[in-house]
């Protein structure tokens, strides 16, 4: 069962068509996100190749006999009812599957490739007298934009996180170590709708200083500061990620006082999304205020990423990025500070533009919650 109608997939083929024929470039596809937004196919690479091949007369699937299967649970078997056709060109061992891409790109032999594409199955293709350049231009500006059912999902997936976050007080406690916290959370991650914890992160005391610790067997102790940075997908693929700062008793009044600034920093850059500012601009608005206070020195990574069916995807909220961001981008906004070897924190929301400003589907309080 697909997340969304044929229609919906039908609709984001011919767009990607008449992008990748505006440029003059076919597109071959291999399993990953970009071939799951497409026809909703969720696969994945394999010694035997897979790959769609979009062109300006058409759409190929090339797929292993054995592997046909996969494709009843997608939107292929509705596309030609949404006005869609696309050929499947099946293979079985002993065949040269390269040869069915070829035949269907109908003699262009320059390609733009997802970045899924292994070397794996790339090289081969090169060696048939294609050239190869990266389709993130054409793919991009598709997954960037969110339609409205998408939106609908990271709404979901942002209530469901929520509800997460808002049972970790009964989870984290003074004597429990990071690992056995993180086995809990990820348990209510599942329990709250998600078909898997993607990623749970207990970060406490000093761990809480490694942005990308995840969980270890420390104890944590009375006075800890503990980041907690979780998420994942719902069963349509699209992801959560929401992170929250909490502290095991009340925090020393530096503590305080330093984590106050980085919730005005967070606060800052949620108010500077609206459409026609550039994602260099966001970031600088959280940023200014963590410098202005003696802090910027200590926020140590960008302000944010897209997500989507990918946790990390474009647009990216980064210094030296100029795009101007648009009605239905979505991006974490997640600002933080790092004390090597004795604390850290962070604060992180995802973000809906608007026609006017942004849509936070997290909503869980913001300040450093004292358990």
């Known amino acids: 069962m697909t997340a969304f109608p044929a229609s919906v997939y039908a609709n984001r083929l011919t767009r990607a068509q008449q992008l990748s024929t505006a440029v003059g ?11 799951a937004y497409l026809t909703g196919v969720v696969s994945e690479s394999f ?6 091949v979009v062109t300006a007369e058409g759409f190929t699937l090339v797929v292993p006999r054995l592997e046909l299967a996969i494709l009843k649970d997608s939107a292929v078997p509705g596309l030609a009812d949404a006005g869609v056709a696309v050929t499947v060109a099946d293979w079985v061992d002993g065949e040269d599957p390269y040869t069915l891409v070829v035949a269907g790109l109908a ?3 320059r390609v733009a490739v997802a970045d899924a594409v292994p070397a794996l199955h790339l090289i081969p293709l090169l060696d048939r007298g294609l050239t190869a350049e990266l389709a993130t231009a054409i793919l991009r500006r598709l997954r960037m934009i969110k339609d409205r059912a998408e939106i609908d ?7 469901a996180i929520d509800r997460v ?3 970790v007080p009964e989870i984290l406690r003074v004597g429990r170590t990071e690992r056995e916290v993180a086995d809990d959370i990820s348990a209510a991650i599942v329990e709250e709708g998600h078909t898997v914890a993607a990623f749970v992160i207990v970060g406490s005391g000093p761990h809480g200083a490694d942005p990308h610790h995840e969980v270890s067997d420390r104890v944590i102790e009375a006075g800890d500061v503990v980041v907690v940075d979780i998420g994942g997908p719902l069963p349509s693929g699209y992801n959560s990620d929401s992170t ?3 502290s095991m008793g009340e925090p020393a009044a530096e503590v305080a006082q330093q984590y106050a600034v980085l919730e005005r920093a967070q606060a800052a850059s949620v108010a500077a999304v609206r459409p026609g500012v550039s994602a260099e601009s966001i970031d600088a608005a959280g940023r200014d205020v963590l410098a202005a206070a003696g802090l910027g020195e200590y926020f140590v990574h960008r302000t944010g990423h897209g997500i989507g069916l990918s946790v ?3 647009p990216y909220v980064v210094a030296g990025n100029d795009l101007s961001v648009e009605p239905g981008m979505a991006f974490s906004i997640e600002p933080g500070i790092y004390f090597s070897g004795s604390w850290g924190a962070r604060i992180e929301d995802i973000v809906i533009v608007t026609e006017d400003g942004c849509e ?4 869980r309080p913001h300040g450093l919650t004292v358990l």
């Open 47 to 52: 010694e035997r190749l897979t790959a769609l």
């Open 244 to 246: 929250r700062t909490y």
């Open 312 to 314: 990390h995807e474009e």
């Open 360 to 363: 936070p589907v997290n909503n």
């Open 107 to 109: 003699g262009a032999s």
């Open 165 to 167: 976050h808002a049972r």
């Open 153 to 159: 999902e990271l709404r979901a997936a942002g209530a």
């Open 25 to 35: 470039t076919p597109l071959v596809i291999t399993p990953g996100p970009d071939l």
